[in-house]
């Protein structure tokens, strides 16, 4: 079974702090994707990364960052926290397989006071 | 006008009952349609996946499409407790992916 695992599930910060968001997968895809997720809006794509150092934006990029320096990991930064930020973060990684599938991480529920 | 609609529910039903669960679009370049399951405090999971128009069942779950409406749908038949989730409609065409908001169901005992 494929398992992506997301460091935290929970995590309060304050507004202007600098917050990571770790991700990690077990099952060698090569795409990996940040969403985040609000009551109303769906998912939506911050940023996704096709390849070891390479990224994408998606749909809100603004004020996030990512790295991602080994396949397995995809990191999530958030360069200074601000109170719009507060959301639902989900990883998910790509499997092309007789069509396309992601898989989810259980997500990270961030709060920024 | 969001290119993917679906009302958020919350849908309560009986155990037992027949669910439909639907979505429309507005872009008529969607070509792959997905309907992914959402527990609470979980990520989403990948229910059904399909490609054209026309009916695909596993087991208790109908996924249907209908291009000339730019409508599709997911019917639970018997539905269980277990079924409670968040259900949340995809759609896909080149690399864009677009999900619907999901609609809460709530399957009574």
């Known amino acids: 079974d494929v398992k992506v695992t997301q460091s935290s599930r929970y995590l309060v910060k304050r507004t202007g702090e600098k917050v990571f968001l770790e991700c990690v997968q077990d099952?060698?895809?090569?795409?990996m994707f940040w969403y985040r997720q609000d009551p109303g809006l769906g998912l939506r794509l911050i940023y996704f990364?096709?390849?070891?150092?390479?990224?994408e934006k998606g749909d809100i990029p603004e004020g996030y960052s990512v790295s991602r320096e080994k396949k397995e990991r995809f990191s999530l930064i958030l360069e200074s926290a601000s109170t719009n930020q507060t959301s639902m973060y989900l990883c998910?990684?790509?499997?092309?397989?007789?069509?396309?599938?992601?898989?989810f991480g259980s997500g990270t529920q961030l709060s920024v006071l | 006008q969001k290119e993917v609609e679906q009302d958020p529910g919350p849908l309560s039903v009986p155990e037992g009952a027949i669910v439909s669960l639907n979505c429309t679009y507005s872009?008529?370049?969607?070509?792959?349609f997905m309907w992914y399951r959402q527990y609470s405090r979980k990520g989403p999971e990948l229910l059904m996946y399909?490609?054209?128009?026309g009916n695909k069942e596993d087991g208790r779950f109908t996924a249907q499409v209908d291009k000339s409406s730019k409508y599709i749908s997911l019917f639970i038949r018997d539905s269980q407790p277990s079924d409670s989730a968040t259900y949340l409609c995809?759609?896909?065409?080149?690399?864009?992916?677009?999900f619907g908001a999901g609609t809460i169901l709530r399957v009574k005992s």
């Open positions: 995809a759609m896909e065409y080149g690399n864009k992916l677009v």
């Open positions: 399909t490609y054209s128009s």
């Open positions: 990364s096709y390849d070891v150092k390479m990224k």
């Open positions: 872009n008529s370049a969607f070509q792959y």
């Open positions: 099952m060698d895809h090569e795409n």
């Open positions: 998910a990684t790509l499997e092309r397989q007789r069509g396309e599938k992601l898989f």
